[in-house]
């Protein structure tokens, strides 16, 4: 993803149009197959480059509940400065730094699009908000219907719910014995 500087420096502070249309696998993203398309404008001005624009990934994915595979496509809009430097010494020591410059003539802007890709990917995927899951006996989607498996197929995201009240109960058991049940009886057969 190289940038030709030496073009933006004859039009300094004028815009120039950049339309990039990469595969995953350039970013070293093997695990998941999509595509990125990049359109952005940038332009040079007082030893920077400026590019904004909009990022729009488009990738095959997995529900984490049922598994499904999914189509997900995320838009993101960027904007970011890249700074010149005359000499190595100028260089930013760690490579975090060295990425937002350039040297020469060319701007390298794959480690900063895989660095911003990385950073959009959803941290988790469902196929729709109240995906059901799987069954964690059988396996059936229970989107698709319930099974006859002998579990509670609550929705997964009540389960921290579901064990408070889980052990509430079993409290109010324990205690129940020697106080209230008796009492309760008593009332009922009155
Ligand atoms: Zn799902
Ligand atoms: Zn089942």
Known sequence: MLIDVGELKKDKGIFKNYNFVLPFSYFGFE?????????F???YSKGKVLIKGKCHLSYEGVCDRCLKSIQVKIEEDFSQEFNEIFNTKQAGSDVEERYL??????????????????AIF???LLCFPDCKGLCQICGKPLNEGTCNCKVNHFDQRWSVLKKIKDSCSLGKDRGGVKNGSTKEK?????
């Open 186 to 190: 008593d009332i009922q057969n009155t």
């Open 122 to 124: 959803p941290l988790k």
């Open 31 to 39: 695990d998941k197959k999509g595509l990125a398309s990049l359109n």
């Open 101 to 118: 410059q350039f040297n020469g003539k060319e701007l390298d802007l794959k480690e900063y699009f895989r660095q911003f890709i990385v």
């Open 41 to 43: 404008e940038g332009v």
